[in-house]
């Protein structure tokens, strides 16, 4: 039997694109810093479990994101310095 692929996956990569693109800390750090739970956040890059929307609008405020690129993956409206680092 085949294993599924996390529900979630796509966001969780544009999580990790997010935390690589616009820091060097790791998960743990990252989460922190934020104010997230780091085992949460664990689950939210390996898309075991879909980060919720007042997370993505704290991250939002803080580093210039869309909703719309971490959900969906549209990088329209994004400033270009952003499009550059995720």
């Given at each position: 039997?085949?294993?599924?692929?996390?529900?979630?996956?796509?966001?969780?990569?544009?999580?990790?694109?997010?935390?690589?693109?616009?820091?060097?800390?790791?998960?743990?750090?990252?989460?922190?810093?934020?104010?997230?739970?780091?085992?949460?956040?664990?689950?939210?890059?390996?898309?075991?479990?879909?980060?919720?929307?007042?997370?993505?609008?704290?991250?939002?405020?803080?580093?210039g994101l869309t909703m719309d690129f971490v959900y969906r993956g549209r990088r329209?409206?994004?400033?270009?310095?952003?499009?550059?680092?995720?």
């Open positions: 039997m085949a294993m599924q692929e996390p529900e979630f996956t796509e966001i969780g990569q544009r999580l990790a694109r997010i935390r690589t693109g616009l820091s060097d800390l790791s998960q743990k750090a990252w989460a922190e810093k934020h104010g997230f739970n780091p085992t949460q956040y664990n689950n939210w890059e390996k898309g075991v479990r879909r980060i919720p929307v007042e997370a993505v609008d704290r991250l939002c405020d803080t580093y329209d409206g994004l400033a270009d310095s952003i499009k550059n680092s995720v």
